[in-house]
């Protein structure tokens, strides 16, 4: 019973005492001249630019990769009309048609 209490209590306790926490903490005294800012912006700026590029690359391969994948069934249908090709010239060439044995 105490334990149910105390755990309660701390946790009550954590939320009352919790607060909000600024990512950009205006009250940062190293941000406050103006070229401390623009530093800090163009350093985002460019993480941001990094990130983008990560992700069109990424895209990219995925896209190749899907595409690849939505044309198999096509280019196993033209190896298999291949192959049905072949087989029958090997047929017509072992049954005595001598003009397919070229292939």
Request: proline content about 3%; glycine content about 4%.
């Amino acid at each position: 019973m105490k334990l149910k209490l105390f755990a309660g209590a701390l946790a009550l306790g954590c939320v009352a005492v919790s607060s909000a926490a600024y990512a950009d903490d205006p009250n940062d005294p190293t941000m406050r001249s103006a070229a401390a800012r623009a530093r800090d912006k163009a350093i985002i700026r460019q993480l941001n630019l990094d990130q983008a590029a990560y992700v069109r690359q990424r895209d990219a391969r995925q896209a190749a990769g899907w595409q690849a994948y939505k044309d198999y069934p096509a280019q196993k249908a033209a190896y298999e009309r291949r192959m049905a090709e072949w087989r029958r010239a090997v047929r017509l060439c072992r049954a005595g048609q001598y003009e397919y044995c070229a292939r």
